[in-house]
């Protein structure tokens, strides 16, 4: 059985693959059908291990699977890193783990630089992308892989950056409340433009949107994927995505970025 993924089409060097699972190819029942894997959901756990399995067959390394609790804390995966640790976004200068970020309406970011010498990937639903003080997921990371250094070379600059960023609840379906488009304006007057009034105190939120702002302001200019086009909603294609927000009882997708060995 081959599962069925998008490819980033995105200038990430030879060193670096990526993918992002759809919910087609897998072996779950409804309402999981069936490339669920998350399995914390109710799915049946047999069948979660056998979509996870059909998953790594197709990558030469390891998903490393997060307990994702919508917060901003990072963690460097290496070959001995287990499933289940409490993060919402990790990187790794290691050959055999991939950073997997699960999702069923949140958005995956995925992240590199130029040289290729470092991937990450990050959990951005609105409390973790927002964070406290204008300080979130994002900046968090991002706050760690531009610290690292190679031997002999210097650490990555904002600029060497490249993100993509999957598929997420699109602005015509995020109808969120006067809270959450307060905790992105405090900091960031600018992100008001990426809500649009739906009436008694609603609003429509473009998360890819505030995701490409946030990314902006730390100086990462090269976003590609997700342009909040209804191809990439989450809940309006029903046929490919697992929705939360849509179905309450869903699967979850994964968003998975490595470094490839003999690449270098």
Request: one cysteine or more.
């Amino acid at each position: 059985m081959s599962i069925d993924c998008l490819q980033p089409h995105w200038p990430a060097p030879a060193a670096v693959r990526a993918l992002c699972t759809t919910r087609a190819g897998g072996h779950s029942n409804a309402p999981y059908a069936s490339l669920n894997l998350g399995d914390h959901v109710g799915d049946d756990p047999q069948a979660v291990l056998a979509n996870r399995a059909a998953l790594r067959q197709v990558m030469p390394a390891r998903p490393v699977f997060l307990t994702q609790v919508h917060g901003v804390d990072v963690v460097e995966l290496t070959e001995q890193t287990p499933d289940g640790q409490r993060f919402d976004a990790c990187f790794a200068t290691q050959h055999g783990v991939a950073c997997t970020i699960m999702v069923a309406d949140c958005l995956p970011v995925l992240l590199t630089n130029r040289q290729g010498t470092w991937v990450a990937a990050a959990h951005a639903g609105w409390r973790s992308l927002a964070g406290q003080g204008g300080a979130g997921v994002l900046e968090a990371l991002l706050q760690r892989v531009l610290a690292l250094q190679s031997p002999g070379a210097a650490a990555s600059k904002a600029s060497d950056v490249l993100a993509w960023l999957g598929p997420c609840i699109g602005p015509s379906a995020f109808e969120v409340g006067p809270e959450v488009k307060a905790a992105f304006c405090a900091d960031l007057p600018e992100a008001a433009n990426c809500f649009h009034a739906k009436g008694q105190g609603k609003w429509l939120a473009d998360l890819a949107g505030l995701t490409r702002q946030r990314l902006g302001r730390l100086g990462v200019t090269e976003v590609y994927g997700n342009d909040s086009s209804s191809a990439w909603c989450t809940v309006g294609n029903p046929d490919r995505f697992f929705s939360h927000r849509r179905d309450r009882v869903s699967g979850r997708m994964a968003a998975c970025i490595w470094l490839e060995p003999n690449c270098e």
